[in-house]
């Protein structure tokens, strides 16, 4: 009874953390103002969206893997993972839900943008390096 | 015989431990959290210390199954001392330092005094029950901490970027052990299960901390309400 309460409430407060901690990655990337050739490659002008997010994550695999930002892109894919499965589960029963995963799926495509970006200036660098040696 | 698996996750977690101290120290933010360096570097000598443990008595051996359970209990205790920290980094501003001291000391006396008056009736290996008992039981007040702790940064408008990731990072890995624990006292017969997940747990705080130290500045700041779950 007592692990069943405690199992309970440790998996409510995991979820709560889980999300909490990908909006403060989300929100520490959306400062950053992505430049007119990303826009252009991920197909973003004004808002992302979250068809844009599975898309950038294909491109983001074909750039060679920045390891500071190789965990934080698998947070955010496991945090879309959740916002998936939100919005065919609950969103059904509460339609304000839908409207927050939407943006929340927004947000998830901005953040792998700015990963792309800096993915995409990391191999420029290495193969700058390559050229120098 | 320990498997690959464990071998693969107890390497790359001593190796992650060890990378969060040095990103700490690049960029010079070794001193401003120093408990929660501290506590890392712990971590890393009790996983080497263990290592050498179980080289040279064994994975059957008294020595090993004592080290590991006092170290596993030490490290939950020094963890639980870095909690308080950054407890004292966000009501820096209230000047309650010594009262969270203060709590903090009670609290895991409490924490100790409860954990053996539940495993007393065990006469036998009382020890090992107790100090199993007892990392269990921090784990899940450590999680109740956190959770207040977030709270009452919510509550204060706290807006550093690190302090937000380090306590919500905490907060993850405190529920996801006070989780395994819950299911490893509901499905006992999983053992396969919950006792595969811990060292994949270990390795996601020292992940998060090294990007926290390596990408957010130290003068980076957030609005922590676009952050909680239950917009405010």
Redesign the interface.
């Known amino acids: 009874m007592m ?2 309460i ?2 309970i ?3 409510a ?9 990908c ?3 989300i ?2 990337s959306s400062k950053q103002v992505l430049s007119a050739e990303v826009k252009d490659v991920t197909g973003i002008q004004r808002i992302a969206t979250g068809d844009d997010f599975k898309r950038i994550m294909q491109l983001l695999r074909l750039c060679p893997d920045r390891p ?2 190789h ?2 892109v698998q947070a955010i894919g496991a945090y879309f993972s959740l916002l998936s499965f939100l919005r065919s589960t609950v969103a059904r029963l509460v339609p304000s839900m839908h409207a927050w995963t939407e943006s929340e799926f927004g947000q998830c495509a901005y953040f792998a943008a700015v990963a792309l970006e800096s993915g995409i200036s990391f191999s420029r660098d290495m193969l700058a390096q390559q050229m120098d040696a | 015989m320990l498997g690959p698996y464990t071998y693969f996750t107890w390497l790359a977690c001593t190796l992650l431990e060890a990378a969060v101290v040095v990103c700490a120290l690049r960029q010079g933010a070794f001193r401003r959290y120093l408990p929660l360096n501290l506590w890392m570097l712990l971590e890393m000598l009790s996983g080497l210390s263990r290592f050498y443990v179980l080289y040279s008595y064994g994975l059957q051996s008294n020595e090993y199954f004592y080290f590991y359970y006092y170290s596993e209990a030490l490290a939950t205790i020094a963890l639980y001392f870095a909690l308080t920290s950054l407890y004292a980094r966000v009501l820096e501003e209230l000047n309650v330092e010594s009262y969270v001291q203060k709590a903090a000391i009670l609290l895991l006396s409490g924490t100790a005094v409860f954990s053996y008056l539940i495993v007393r009736q065990s006469s036998h290996l009382l020890v090992t029950h107790f100090v199993v008992e007892l990392s269990q039981n921090l784990y899940f007040v450590g999680l109740v901490l956190t959770y207040l702790l977030w709270g009452a940064m919510l509550k204060l408008r706290e807006s550093r970027t690190r302090v937000i990731q380090f306590v919500l990072s905490l907060g993850v890995f405190f529920s996801m052990f006070a989780a395994n624990y819950a299911f490893r006292n509901l499905a006992p017969d999983l053992r396969w299960l919950w006792g595969s997940l811990p060292p994949v747990f270990d390795c996601l705080l020292p992940l998060a901390w090294c990007y926290t130290f390596l990408r957010i500045p130290e003068d980076a700041r957030l609005v922590p309400s676009r952050l909680a779950v239950v917009p405010r």
Do not use: M, T
Not at chain 1, 13 to 21: D, G, K, P, T, V
């Open positions: 692990a069943g405690i199992f409430f440790s998996v407060a995991l979820l709560q953390f889980f999300i909490s901690y909006r403060s990655l929100a520490a500071e930002d965990n934080s």
